[in-house]
């Protein structure tokens, strides 16, 4: 039968085959869409010139300047408010381990439809709607965090113990309340953790769908490129990753008070 | 046991988790206003489903579950979980909010009788409040009310567990391999808690267990299940070898 030199493994042709055809469609895309070394070693010379006549950067325009970061800061927090708003009902109603079909599936489409496409194109389409500025911004970024939150909040629902939820439905507890005592408290520090992951999603992406009207800074940064004020562009990514850095110590400062706190009643 | 009108009648109950295939085949219990009543038998047998049919936690395929005048099993939504209000419930693995306080927990026993505002900003009656720095002190653990659940010790939560369920001033309670998860004297401790606090409160107590010299211990009664039917019903010192054999089936265990 398997005499010395037989094969530990046998041989799995699908697999080799599988490489194979991956590898020769990559030549051939790449040969496609003339994404070729030579291509690139010119580019970095445009780079490179391009980045002399950025520095030193200079703030041509302090005034919308401040306006845009401040309307993109203000988009950011009102979208992620509002959002987180609307996706927690809405996550709530996705969980397949606490809702009824006629309920999650509802709940699973529009969770879906929100997640579908990327916040610009959903800018572009609220400022179809709603005209050029913030609100346009704001309710993208909206939809997005539906979407975001809504997901990651019905798999942590549906992830929970139901063996503390069934214990406070046997004490004759209300639906609303069974979901205070038994639900919300295991979901509560992953709820923490991605309600921060998405205010600094958003603060990221309420830079960018100014670029499409919709408000906030990106705005002022997509004319600075048009008039290849590339000092003023300069400046402004500059204050973009500013105000990025910031609200990431301040998203990660929240989780440090929760996570504090849940140390200190575990002691 | 001679109780006039029975805290709890069960009639002809069965439970079928899948059709034709019955965990329960008929089960009439009656179970008197106070005593400790144990119940014995081997894994599988369907001792975990009856607790849970009484108060619903599963749903029975058939037969009566006669409580306070009412047939559990026909009832639903708010009648049900008024009905629950009134049996208190201790689980194997304690089942206790994992996150939240020792305080929350017990507490949680009154969420039958709060609106859910009131339960989300913690503001149960004085009345509430008070009872249930009594029960923590009954219960041995006056001094951890605002400790996380999760930092207790098995006994500690199977403590809280039977607080939360005193709390709800039961008229009847019922507890579901209490001591399984605990070592021999917690268990001891735990069993001592459960009949104090059913003499205490005047109310009857059903405990599925299966450890039976625990159950002869402490049970003023014991029911021996054994393929989905009750196979001895009588009081602890009844209950010889030949019993066993039976509910348990075999011999080679029992010296």
């Known amino acids: ?267 | 046991m001679s109780a006039p009108a029975p805290a709890l009648e069960l009639r002809g109950l069965v439970m079928e988790y899948t059709r034709g295939n019955p965990v329960l085949r008929g089960i009439d219990l009656s179970v008197g206003t106070e005593g400790l009543t144990a119940i014995i038998g081997p894994s599988g047998t369907g001792k975990s489903t009856l607790i849970r049919c009484i108060n619903r936690l599963v749903d029975p395929t058939a037969g009566q579950i006669l409580f306070e005048g009412k047939d559990l099993a026909r009832l639903g939504g708010e009648a049900l979980r008024h009905a629950r209000r009134r049996i208190g419930m201790v689980f194997q693995e304690y089942n206790l909010v994992e996150r939240l306080s020792v305080m929350e927990n017990v507490l949680s026993g009154r969420l039958g009788y709060v609106s859910p505002w009131k339960a989300w900003m913690r503001r149960y009656p004085q009345a509430d409040v008070d009872r249930a720095f009594e029960l923590l002190d009954i219960v041995g653990l006056a001094a951890f009310p605002n400790q996380r659940a999760d930092s207790l010790s098995g006994g500690q939560r199977q403590r809280v567990g039977i607080a939360r369920a005193v709390m709800q001033q039961p008229q009847l309670l019922l507890a579901d391999e209490p001591t399984s998860s605990l070592d021999p004297k917690t268990s001891v401790e735990i069993m001592e808690l459960m009949r104090e606090l059913g003499r205490s409160q005047g109310i009857p107590v059903i405990v599925n267990m299966h450890d039976v010299e625990l159950a002869r211990r402490f049970a003023d009664r014991i029911v021996g299940m054994s393929g989905g039917r009750i196979v001895f019903d009588g009081p602890p010192s009844a209950l010889t070898d030949e019993h066993l054999k039976q509910i348990y089936g075999g011999e080679g265990w029992l010296h």
């Open chain 1, 1 to 267: 039968m398997s005499g010395p030199g037989a094969r530990a493994f046998p041989v799995n042709w699908w697999m080799r085959a599988g490489w194979i055809a991956l590898a020769v469609y990559v030549v051939y895309a790449a040969s496609r869409l003339e994404f070729t070394w030579a291509r690139f070693v010119v580019g970095l010379g445009n780079g490179a010139r391009f980045l002399e006549r950025m520095f030193p950067p200079a703030i041509a325009q302090p005034d919308s300047l401040a306006t845009g970061l401040l309307e993109s800061l203000q988009i950011a927090l009102l979208a992620s408010f509002l959002g987180i708003v609307i996706a927690l009902p809405v996550g709530l109603l996705a969980s397949r381990n606490l809702m009824p079909v006629w309920a999650t599936w509802p709940a699973r489409v529009a969770i879906a439809l929100c997640r579908s496409f990327h916040p610009v194109i959903v800018a572009i389409l609220f400022v179809k709607a709603v005209g050029f500025g913030a609100m346009a911004g704001i309710l993208a970024l909206m939809v997005a965090s539906v979407g975001f939150i809504g997901k990651l909040f019905a798999e942590a629902i549906e992830e929970i113990s139901l063996k503390q939820v069934e214990a406070v439905r046997a004490t004759g507890a209300s639906f609303a309340n069974v979901i205070t005592y038994g639900v919300l408290p295991q979901v509560f520090t992953r709820f923490i953790g991605f309600a921060t992951y998405q205010l600094d999603s958003n603060l990221r992406n309420s830079t960018m769908v100014g670029i499409v009207g919709a408000g906030g800074i990106g705005g002022t940064l997509f004319s600075a490129f048009q008039r290849f004020d590339y000092d003023f562009v300069a400046a402004i990514l500059l204050s973009i990753i500013a105000m990025i850095m910031v609200g990431e110590v301040l998203a990660g400062w929240v989780r440090g008070v929760f996570l504090e706190k849940g140390k200190v009643d575990a002691e």
